[in-house]
Structures are given as structure tokens and as C-alpha cells.
């Protein structure tokens, strides 16, 4: 080699070294920095949420009272007519006049532990691996049987009807309990004009086949993150992915417009959420053992709890945590590159509130109040218990559980569950499916026994 090429070689080398060229590697943790929110009132915000027409076409109450039974529970101490409507769906009126029962976010934001209802508890006992198609063609004739298909009644379900036929086959799960919602977006607005938001009865998206698994976060979380979503994708106006249910059924950018005034008030209502407390005794002394150990091992990535709290809002890079990559690399991927575009170009991102969608790969690392509460684990929901989270090796590969609140291991913290050899049907938690795999946050298997029932005994006090 002659002396200039050598030298030229070397200082390329050197450059490319130094300026981070080489280092093809993601940063293992990224800060993510505060978005602005609008103000709203917390009051308000919760009518809206449980009676607000923000789901605006849906199933005739006159019919829906005859096939549908009463709930006398009214858990969310509703008024009139309302106080008998099951607590996933509002009352609410079509624009001509109409009375309809339409689906509200409790659908996937709210369950039961130990037959207590939990307003914000993710949902993680639906069942999305049924195709829903079946039940719309019935409602369909049902609806047009009463009434005709020139009646108001069929005029306000219409459009929901339109969206559910959209929906009914592309956001089937694997199994029981995990949740679709990213896949159920991206249908819709695969079915909706980015600009003018109005229908489109065929859709023009290119989309995966597949639905990758989500487990649905608690709300009382929100408070403290900067940003949405496991992913942490969510980011700008937070009220602009809260209103993504009215993709179902918005007629145009005037109807999401007034939406959209609603929507600071919910987010607002949202913030006021606490965590619930664990409800039994707790071994002060254990506990104090436990937090010492988390301090340590676990609050660079989920914060301190107490007296001067801090959170660090972190997104951790695939190569660090090491949990299931497939959510994260469906928006890095170019999986959704059809998706993130139309987000890109739409209403959603107008005006002086826009939202703002930014991928960077990785999990958000969540905080961990009410952590005792919210099982399963993970963001595909595919570990059971904190105990087997952090003791990977622990983890069963197949698990079922009996889909009943009061089956909850109070001790060990989450779902009681039978592990199993093989899968039997969809109750059953298959972790070698594509996106449903339980691998990775190793960050607890290096604890004694007696130190992880340590730090599972403080956990149960945040
Ligand atoms: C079909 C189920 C479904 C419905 C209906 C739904 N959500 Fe969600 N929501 C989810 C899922 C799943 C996630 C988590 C997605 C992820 O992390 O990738 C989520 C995330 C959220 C978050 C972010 C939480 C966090 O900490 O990152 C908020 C807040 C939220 N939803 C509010 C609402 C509101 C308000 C409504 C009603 C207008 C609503 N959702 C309707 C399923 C749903
Ligand atoms: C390097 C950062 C990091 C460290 C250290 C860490 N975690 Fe995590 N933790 C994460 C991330 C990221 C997730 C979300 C991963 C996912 O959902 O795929 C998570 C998820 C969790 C969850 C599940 C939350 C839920 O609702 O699904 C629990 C519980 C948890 N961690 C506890 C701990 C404990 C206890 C320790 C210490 C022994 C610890 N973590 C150490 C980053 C970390």
C-alpha cells in the first residue's frame, strides 16, 4: 500500500470513528423530552367520557333494550336511561335525532380484579380472537327487519356498520386478552381521507396481515409520561390520539373539530386518576428490604416512588430490554410506513395542537404505580406474574388462566395461572407466536429468592 493511500485510510478511519459513524447501533436509552398539553376541566371531562357522543353511530337503543340485558350495577353512577347501559357503551343521540348505543374507551380501559370494577385498568380479558362479522350481519338484519333501510334507526348505524365490516376479520387475535388497538387504528384510517377525514368505502393503505399484540396500559400512568404508547410514539397534542375512537364514525373534519374541543377535558380527567391501592397487609420490613434493591437495580430505568419521586420517562433501545421486537419494529420497519404517512399528512397533525407521531424503536420503560393491579405483564401482556417477570427462566411458555377477576395471585402479583406443555385454545398464552414471545427483561434474574420476594413486596406498595 502506498504511503498517502495509508494515510488517507487512517484518517478516514479516525473520522469515522470519532464523529460515531461506525456505530451502527441505536442509543441503549433515549430521554424523551416533555410535550405541551392543553388545559382542560377534569369534570367534564369525565361526562364526556361516559356520556359524550364522541362514538357517534352505534346499535337503536329501542332495539338494542330488547336483545340486550339490563345492568342495574351502574358502576359509573350514571342518570336516566344511561343507569341501566352497560358501562362500555354511552347513550347518546345521532345526528337525526336517534337514540343509539355506541362503544365507549372503558370497551378496552377498564376490568374487574377480584370483582371490583377499575375505571382505567387496561381491559385484558377481551376476547379479540372471534370474528365479530357474524354479529353485525345479524344486528344488519335485525335492524333492517324492525325497521327498514329507509328508517333513522338504520341511518344512525350506518356508519358503524360500515366501520365493524371494515374492522371484523383484520384485528383477530392469537390468543385471549391481548388487545388490537394498534392494527384496529390503522384499519380505520386506511378507510379514511387524511385530509378531509370523510369515509372511503375501499381502503388505499397497504397494511400487514398481521395483528401484533398489545397489553392496554393503565391510565393512571399518563400523569407522569411524556410520551404514548409502549412505543412511546405518541408525542405533541396527547388529546388527538386520545379521540381515535371517533375514527369509527366521524363524518368529517367539522364533526373530529368538535370532537376534538372535548378531548383536553378527558385528558385532564385522566391526569386526576390515582393508582389503587394493594388491598391487603403489606411486611413494612420486607418491603423496606425490597426498596433498598430497587433503588439499585431498577430506578434508573422506572423512577423512585414516595417522597421525592422522579420518573426519567426513558424509551429503552430493543438491544437492552430485549422483549418481544415485533410492535416496535412494525412502526421502525416500514411495516406501518403506509400508516405513519397518512398520520404524517392528516387533520390530526393541524392547527396550533397537533399531534405528533416520532419513532425511534424500543418500550417505554413504564412507571410502576398500581404495578400490583395490572397483570399480565410486558407489552404483549405475555407474562402472568411480576415473580416470573423478573426470574426469566421462570416463565411458562404456555399458560392459561380462568378469565375470572377473583383468580388473582395476591401473593406472588398477578394472574393465577396453569402452565402447560402445549397450547389447548385460545385461553391459552402461546409465547412461541410471532409477537406474543415473553424473552428479554432479564433485569430480575440475578436477584436471591428472598431479594425478589423482597422487591415484589415493595412493589406492592407503590
Ligand atoms: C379497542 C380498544 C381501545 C379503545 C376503544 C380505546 N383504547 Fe386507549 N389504548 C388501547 C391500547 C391497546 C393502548 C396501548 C397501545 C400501545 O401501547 O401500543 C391504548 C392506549 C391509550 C392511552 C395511552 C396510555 C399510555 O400510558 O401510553 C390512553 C391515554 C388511551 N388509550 C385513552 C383512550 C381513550 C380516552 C379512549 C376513548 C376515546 C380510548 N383510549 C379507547 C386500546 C383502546
Ligand atoms: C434498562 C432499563 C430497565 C431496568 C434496569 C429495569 N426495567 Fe423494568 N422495564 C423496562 C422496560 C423498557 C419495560 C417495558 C418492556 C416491555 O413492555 O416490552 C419494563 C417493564 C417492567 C415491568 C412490567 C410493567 C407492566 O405493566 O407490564 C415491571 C413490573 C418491571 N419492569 C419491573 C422492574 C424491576 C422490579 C426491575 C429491577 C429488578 C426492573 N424492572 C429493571 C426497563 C427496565
Redesign the pocket.
Known amino acids: 500500500m502506498n504511503k498517502k493511500l495509508l494515510f488517507t485510510s487512517i484518517a478516514l478511519i479516525i473520522s469515522v470513528l470519532t464523529s460515531g459513524f461506525l456505530s451502527t447501533k441505536e442509543p441503549k436509552r433515549i430521554e424523551i423530552p416533555i410535550s405541551r398539553q392543553r388545559s382542560g376541566d377534569p369534570d367534564k371531562g369525565f361526562k364526556y ?1 361516559i356520556n359524550g357522543d ?1 362514538v357517534s353511530s352505534g346499535i337503536p337503543y329501542n332495539l338494542a333494550s330488547v336483545f340486550m340485558p339490563k345492568d342495574s350495577s351502574n358502576v359509573l353512577n350514571r342518570e336516566g336511561d344511561s343507569a341501566f347501559v352497560s358501562p362500555t357503551f354511552n347513550l347518546v343521540k345521532h345526528a337525526n335525532g336517534t337514540r343509539i348505543l355506541a ?3 372503558l ?3 377498564s376490568d374487574k380484579i377480584n370483582g371490583e370494577f377499575i375505571v382505567g385498568l ?1 381491559n385484558n380479558s377481551f376476547d379479540y380472537t372471534i370474528n365479530t362479522q357474524g354479529l353485525t350481519t345479524m344486528l344488519d338484519q335485525f335492524i333492517k327487519n324492525r325497521y327498514s333501510v329507509e328508517s333513522k334507526e338504520y341511518e344512525s348505524f350506518e356508519q358503524f356498520k360500515m366501520a365493524s365490516d371494515a374492522l371484523s376479520n383484520k384485528i383477530k387475535t392469537k390468543v385471549r386478552g391481548v ?4 392494527k ?1 387504528t390503522a384499519v380505520l384510517v386506511a378507510h379514511r381521507n387524511p385530509v378531509s377525514l370523510e369515509w372511503i368505502k375501499k381502503s388505499k393503505l397497504e397494511l400487514p396481515k398481521e395483528t401484533i399484540p ?1 397489553d ?2 393503565a ?1 393512571w ?2 400523569k407522569k ?1 411524556n410520551a ?4 412511546g410514539i ?1 408525542r405533541g397534542d ?1 388529546s388527538r ?6 375514527l369509527l364514525t366521524f363524518k368529517d373534519t367539522t364533526e373530529a373539530a368538535e370532537i376534538d374541543r372535548h378531548f383536553p377535558d ?1 385528558l385532564a380527567w ?1 391526569n386526576t386518576l390515582e393508582s389503587p391501592k394493594y388491598p391487603r397487609s403489606i411486611d413494612e420490613e420486607l418491603a423496606l428490604k425490597g426498596r433498598k434493591l430497587f433503588d439499585l437495580n431498577c430506578s434508573t430505568c422506572h423512577g423512585t416512588y414516595g417522597d421525592n419521586e422522579k420518573y426519567p420517562n426513558l424509551l429503552i433501545s430493543l438491544e437492552e430490554v430485549g422483549t418481544d421486537p415485533a ?1 416496535s419494529n412494525a412502526y421502525t420497519g416500514g411495516m406501518y410506513a403506509d400508516f405513519l404517512e397518512w398520520y404524517d399528512k392528516s387533520w390530526f397533525t393541524t392547527g396550533s395542537t397537533p399531534g405528533k407521531v416520532k419513532v425511534e424503536g424500543g418500550y417505554i420503560a ?1 412507571p410502576l404505580d398500581g404495578v400490583w393491579a395490572t397483570a399480565p405483564y410486558l ?1 404483549n401482556g405475555s407474562v402472568p406474574t411480576i415473580d416470573v417477570l423478573l426470574n426469566s427462566k421462570s416463565r411458562p411458555e404456555y399458560w392459561a388462566r380462568s378469565f375470572n377477576s377473583n383468580d388473582y395471585d395476591m401473593v406472588n402479583i398477578g394472574w393465577l395461572y396453569e402452565a402447560l406443555d402445549t397450547t389447548q385454545n385460545s385461553k391459552t398464552y402461546d409465547t412461541t407466536i410471532s409477537g406474543y414471545s415473553n424473552t428479554g427483561h432479564t433485569f430480575g434474574d440475578d436477584l436471591e429468592d428472598s431479594e425478589r420476594m423482597a422487591v415484589i413486596e415493595y412493589l406492592k406498595t407503590l
Do not use: E, Q, R
Request: charged share 5%; net charge neutral; glycine share 6%.
Open positions: 367520557l364522541y362503544p365507549n374507551c370497551t378496552c380501559h387496561g388487545n388490537p388497538a394498534d384496529l398489545t392496554v396500559p391510565w400512568l399518563l409520561k404514548m404508547f409502549s412505543t405518541g396527547f390520539f386520545l379521540m381515535a375512537s371517533s378527558v385522566i410492535l413504564p407489552h
